[in-house]
């Protein structure tokens, strides 16, 4: 997800105020129960068996202890380690029970002894922080999503184990929740300083910035879905996401990688520990690659397996993922490391161990990615569309029967669509979905189609009561799209709740409820600070940032006058050439004129502020900004910069 949107919960709504008879019979937005269709769905058998308790047996091994909290500095509560313990003590009927019971594992939260000088601190965030020692202090592998998490992790590691300074930092991936919390264990003076190395993939930085950054507004506001951060912790809220526990709020940080891996096989020697990495780009991350301690006989897989089936596509958004590839990449873990692997280790979840527990988990991850992708490319080539194909494919039981290949974060229905879409993209050969209408406007002439709304909400509550909810979803949908009245609204929100508590993906769940808690109670906008700028933009480098400008030019209001920059960045030693060309802004590095409009000198920092719409005669007083030239110019460009506060997904 995106690192500079600051993740937290809103509370979920509970229902209208109004009398003790209404508190007693749910209203027209209050949450509702399970239905009897939703009961009947959840009373299914699946495959895994119950008896197989491997998981609670490596879940737990090697505790050493916990905290019951992280806090802010001023005390507020950041994460409350206790929050899913119900979890392990009710079966809600508003929970999928696999689901559950991945919950159940995941807040087995705390401090663990995965092997000698190795170490893993989970629960604590989105995902485990990995601490192994060296001769004389540690190597932090994925420092978390936030400082103070991060921070909290640490302290745990130097109560439990001891207090040792940090040698090396290692970013597996290019996800926020596997560096964004690195200046809560190391400093960036120590960083800029040469004394502590941060070690990552190759590709690192682009990839950061074409996710986090460039789509970041996009993503962010999707991410908060996926990790159902509207929602409250609880059996008819939050769940988890699967593979981690949810409800995460801090302080989002960076510092920029300073040595670069950029093949399989490739060691660093850092204070005496030795670490071979494989390089797995295109699988769960563009940019990540999996770490081999040899002397401790562990392999750190990252995310390329984990203890659920992950996303060849992400329903946040993010470019398809190569389900082939990464399937190959377990195959080279078996031929290279399993054969010497006592224990695997994740960047989520719990371990597994024993060389036999290593190579059958290793077989089975691989073959479940490619019978994805080999049946959806079988189906594609049939002429199945991607809905067809989602709706369609099945993994076989011997796969299906382990916990670790069920739908708890990727599923094998949306997965299926993300191979498609990376072979064929997003036509599925139909031409009537190669020009539609508008959202909007084909839901008004589907109302219209159907005899009018109040037609439309009745054949959409038909649907539901009859426990049909994917039609009723989408019959609402539409009319929510063309009229978005309390009582359409509020029917699709059931809808939408039943869904989610049938899904054993917590993902699904976690759409499904916060979309539900959009239709109750609509968000309000916000606009972010324009002069509290995140870690990552002042990390990433100056022509990145041009072309991260030029994706907020409004064309509309920018008009077709010329216009061009002089950039000076003071404090990065750089120029650069902001021109504006049929209404496209094009930066050039070095570049110069003496015809510009304008010349802008000022630090990094004053820069991105300026941009981000903070007041030019503030700026101009108390920092070090300058202006010669045409400052109307300068506005000009500002005034047509779009301000991204986040859009509506569910209503119009």
């Not at 009897?36 to 050493?64: C, H, N, Q």
């Not at 299926?416 to 959202?439: C, E, I, M, Q």
């Not at 084909?442 to 009859?466: F, I, Q």
């Amino acid at each position: 997800m995106d690192v500079s949107v600051r993740i937290s919960a809103a509370a979920m709504i509970i229902g209208l105020a109004g009398s003790g008879a209404h508190a007693q019979t749910p209203g027209l937005l209050d949450q509702k129960p399970a239905s009897a269709a939703t009961r009947e769905v959840l009373a299914k058998p699946i495959p895994p068996s119950p008896e197989d308790r491997r998981d609670f047996d490596f879940s737990e091994r090697g505790f050493m202890g916990t905290i019951p909290a992280v806090k802010s500095a001023d005390g507020r509560v950041l994460r409350d380690l206790t929050a899913y313990d119900w979890a392990a003590k009710t079966k809600p009927d508003t929970v999928n029970p696999s689901l559950l019971r991945a919950t159940e594992l995941s807040a087995r939260s705390g401090l663990f002894k995965v092997t000698d000088g190795v170490y893993q601190v989970r629960g604590v965030d989105a995902a485990n922080m990995t601490v192994v020692e060296t001769a004389t202090g540690y190597v932090v592998i994925d420092p978390l999503m936030f400082a103070e998490h991060a921070r909290a992790a640490m302290d745990l590691v130097y109560a439990k184990v001891g207090r040792r300074p940090v040698r090396a930092v290692v970013y597996t991936h290019s996800h926020g929740d596997h560096y964004a919390g690195v200046k809560g264990v190391v400093t960036e003076a120590d960083v800029k300083g040469g004394k502590i190395a941060i070690i990552a993939p190759d590709g690192f930085m682009r990839e950061l910035i074409s996710e986090a950054v460039i789509a970041g507004p996009a993503m962010g506001r999707r991410a908060q879905y996926h990790a159902g951060s509207p929602l409250e912790v609880g059996p008819k809220g939050l769940v988890g996401w699967g593979v981690a526990l949810g409800r995460l709020e801090g302080t989002s940080t960076f510092l920029a990688p300073t040595d670069s891996v950029t093949r399989t096989g490739e060691t660093r020697r850092i204070d005496g520990l030795d670490i071979e990495f494989q390089m797995v780009p295109e699988s769960e991350a563009p940019s990540e690659f999996n770490l081999y301690l040899p002397k401790q006989r562990a392999l750190l897989i990252a995310e390329t397996a984990s203890c659920s089936l992950h996303n060849i596509q992400t329903l946040r958004g993010a470019r398809p993922r190569d389900a082939l590839r990464w399937a190959g990449y377990l195959d080279e873990d078996l031929r290279l490391y399993a054969g010497r692997s006592d224990v695997v280790m994740m960047s989520h979840c719990w371990p597994r161990f024993g060389q036999d527990e290593v190579k059958d988990f290793l077989t089975k991850q691989r073959d479940a990615y490619k019978f994805i992708h080999d049946q959806t490319v079988r189906l594609m080539n049939m002429g199945k569309t991607p809905t067809e194909i989602g709706d369609e494919l099945k993994l076989p039981e011997s796969l299906a029967k382990e916990w670790y290949n069920r739908d708890y974060y990727g599923t094998v229905s949306h997965n299926s669509k993300g191979v498609y879409d990376r072979y064929l993209g997003w036509f599925d050969g139909v031409p009537a979905n190669l020009n539609p209408l508008p959202t909007e406007e084909a839901a008004k002439r589907y109302v219209a189609l159907a005899g009018g709304p109040e037609k439309m909400l009745a054949a959409g509550r038909a649907a539901a009561t009859s426990g049909d909810y994917r039609w009723a979803a989408e019959v609402l949908q539409k009319l929510v799209f063309a009229q978005p009245t309390l009582e359409a609204r509020a029917a699709l929100a059931d809808v939408y709740e039943q869904l989610g508590y049938q899904s054993e993906s917590g993902l699904w769940r976690n759409f499904y409820l916060s979309a539900a808690k959009d239709l109750r109670e609509p968000r309000q906008p916000q606009t972010p600070s324009p002069t509290k700028i995140p870690d990552t933009m002042l990390a990433i480098p100056t022509s990145a940032y041009l072309d991260v400008l030029a994706t907020r030019l409004d064309p509309a209001r920018i008009g077709d006058a010329p216009l061009s920059l002089n950039l000076i960045v003071k404090d990065r030693d750089e120029r650069a050439l902001i021109t504006l060309s049929n209404h496209v802004l094009l930066g050039e590095m070095g570049g110069n004129s003496d015809t510009a409009s304008a010349t802008i000198e000022a630090p990094w920092t004053t820069i991105l502020q300026l941009f981000s719409g903070a007041p030019l005669a503030k700026l101009e007083t108390g920092s070090d900004l300058k202006i010669a030239g045409d400052k109307d110019a300068v506005e000009r460009l500002r005034s047509a910069l779009t301000t991204f506060n986040g859009f509506n997904i569910v209503t119009p």
